[in-house]
């Protein structure tokens, strides 16, 4: 079955750097783009950033432009997102996400607060 398991959050001073982890199985990872998304309390859900299934092409949401940064490592069926320069509005918990077949697969989920 396909399994998604993040890992990477904790907390972390604002202007700070983290970086998520998602291993993926269950599935042939390297013919599927995968998201990140975040929902932060009282929010709701926002696709944070996308990568096509070979890494070709990323694309992000406004709020995270050139400070995130998604990538893949299709040999180790994982897919990874950077965050630099981190702001207090970045708290959220953070989870990564799979669409087969018209199916939406999603993980746990990892927590990112951003806190002095």
């Known amino acids: 079955q396909v399994q998604l398991v993040e890992s990477g959050g904790g907390l972390v001073q604002p202007a700070g750097s983290l970086r998520l982890s998602c291993a993926a199985s269950?599935?042939?990872?390297?013919?599927?783009?995968m998201s990140w998304y975040r929902q932060a309390p009282g929010k709701e859900r926002e696709l944070v950033a996308t990568?096509?299934?070979?890494?070709?092409?990323?694309t992000y949401a406004d709020s995270v432009k050139e400070r995130f940064t998604i990538s893949r490592d299709n040999a180790k069926n994982t897919v990874y997102l950077q965050m630099n320069s981190l702001k207090s509005e970045d708290t959220a918990e953070y989870h990564c996400?799979?669409?087969?077949?018209?199916?939406?697969?999603w993980g746990q989920g990892t927590q990112v607060t951003v806190s002095s």
């Open positions: 996400n799979a669409r087969i077949l018209r199916i939406s697969y």
């Open positions: 269950g599935f042939t990872f390297s013919r599927y783009a």
């Open positions: 990568i096509t299934s070979a890494g070709g092409t990323t």
